[in-house]
């Protein structure tokens, strides 16, 4: 499995989603991501966003949960929410700089 569907498959499996640091090429780890989440239909309840407080990251947010509307979950309910989901990565250390 590629490191993009293990990074869409960790914010499917949790509660509200994750937070991504993107360090390298932006447009082309968004492009990687776009391009692995086309694989799976069950991702389609996933949404890429830019990060409104940090512009080197991005949410990867569930759209089909109830209790998330039209604006995604604050940061803080990302990191620390309990059940210990929503880790933040760093996108180019996982995926490489290709």
């Keep these: 499995m590629s490191k993009e569907l293990e990074i869409l498959y960790d914010a499917f499996n949790s509660d509200y989603g994750i937070e991504v640091e993107l360090l390298g090429n932006y447009q082309m780890s968004l492009q990687r991501l776009y391009a692995a989440k086309r694989k799976d239909p069950d991702l389609d309840i996933l949404q890429i966003s830019r990060s409104p407080t940090s512009p080197t990251h991005i949410w ?3 759209t089909d949960r109830p209790q998330v509307q039209a604006q995604p979950p604050s940061v803080d309910a990302l ?4 059940q210990g989901d929503g880790p933040l ?7 490489g700089d290709d």
């Design 60 to 62: 990867i947010v569930k």
């Design 79 to 82: 990191k620390n929410n309990p």
């Design 89 to 95: 990565y760093n996108l180019a250390d996982l995926l």
